[in-house]
């Protein structure tokens, strides 16, 4: 233990040595975690409409005034026919067509009932969708005012078969506040690329510089050596994580409904997981370049298996299988199910065992591989 004492006390000297390695261990998954989670969302805050009321009545203006109000949606434009309405959507300069036909103040006093049709820009389906659901929740509010019905036609999106009320109420998350669910997920991938990426080029750095050979022959055995490299940045990113999480209280509002006690031991389980994935990546390459390259193409890998901007239950019955390989899914889950379901250790033994597993097999290999390439 003495010897793993003073390796680790140069490590950290070493570490606060290098003001640009101090700053990006400690500010940038700051930075990162504030834009990622403000550019990561599916909200969408300025829709751009064009108008066509063919109606020209207080009522009508009415309509145009509340969508306006709203915030979450601007006039672009705005004609008495339908021709400059789908040119301006053609040239991405409108997402949404609202069209007010005629008579429309007319109808709803005689039959309490009028027609108002959307077309929607459906070239990205999850915006459009976002679109319409803003816009039926204005139209029914406006609709309950005036004590009138006003029923929707889309086109751009299918909508066929009766309309029903629906009454909805969301659990664990009723505003549907979008901060809740992908901070967390954000705040997984920072700590990963922070416990892998830096892992596996701080000890390439040692081979590039030919520091790695000399402390072979040295009475420093590899299991010392390794514990060394690796400690200093265990307790860095857990030490991110505690800031990150702080962060996205203060700034994001984000629940903590769970025990931050789950959270802990579930990160040091997880971190065996990205630990060993980094020792492994410095086995196989010779030059940081290389060590980036391959760490950058596994974080896709699990960005995009994760489930954090996509539903797991989306994806084809082999992705599924494939996604239950990645630990950043797993521990995805035990983040949004602590903090925001206040889910405890019942709730994430599977996720938590998995992990455990992960991190034992992956990290044993790992040395192993690492010793039989250093001999």
């Not at 992908?182 to 892992?199: N, R, S």
Request: hydrophobic share 50%.
């Amino acid at each position: 233990m003495r010897t793993v004492r003073f390796l680790l006390r140069k490590e950290f000297r070493q570490i606060f040595r290098d003001p640009t390695m101090l700053r990006m261990l400690l500010l940038l998954p700051v930075i990162q975690l504030l834009i990622l989670s403000s550019a990561a969302t599916f909200e969408i805050r300025q829709g751009k409409v064009w108008a066509v009321d063919l109606d020209q009545t207080p009522v009508s203006r009415g309509l145009l005034e509340r969508i306006e109000a709203s915030g979450r949606f601007i006039f672009v434009g705005s004609s008495m026919s339908m021709e400059p309405a789908d040119a301006a959507v053609l040239r991405r300069d409108a997402s949404v067509i609202l069209r007010i036909p005629h008579d429309f103040q007319r109808d709803l006093a005689r039959t309490r009932s009028a027609p108002v049709q959307l077309v929607f820009d459906a070239e990205d389906g999850a915006a459009a969708g976002v679109q319409l659901s803003y816009l039926e929740q204005i139209l029914q509010r406006y609709s309950v005012e005036l004590g009138q019905e006003i029923p929707l036609s889309t086109a751009g999106l299918a909508r066929t078969g009766p309309r029903l009320e629906v009454r909805h109420r969301g659990w664990y998350n009723p505003y549907f506040q979008y901060y809740d669910y992908m901070v967390p997920g954000i705040l997984v991938l920072l700590v990963t690329v922070i416990a892998m990426a830096i892992t596996a080029m701080n000890i390439v750095r040692e081979k590039e510089i030919g520091t790695l050979e000399q402390l072979n022959v040295t009475p420093v055995t590899r299991t010392q050596f390794v514990a060394s490299k690796l400690i200093p940045f265990w307790i860095i990113a857990l030490f991110d994580l505690a800031l990150g999480l702080v962060v996205a209280r203060l700034v994001f509002n984000i629940p903590f409904e769970g025990s931050l006690a789950v959270v802990a031991v579930s990160a040091v389980s997880y971190l065996f997981v990205a630990l060993g994935i980094g020792l492994w990546i410095s086995t196989v390459v010779e030059t940081q370049q290389q060590a980036m390259f391959i760490a950058f193409t596994i974080n896709m890998v699990y960005l995009l298996m994760s489930g954090m901007f996509t539903p797991f239950e989306s994806m084809p019955a082999w992705a599924q299988f494939v996604a239950q390989f990645s630990p950043v899914k797993h521990f995805i889950e035990i983040m949004r199910t602590v903090l925001v379901r206040g889910g405890g250790w019942e709730a994430v033994a599977v996720p938590l065992t998995v992990l455990t597993v992960y991190g034992i097999a992956i990290f044993t290999l790992s040395i192993r591989q690492y010793s039989k390439t250093s001999s």
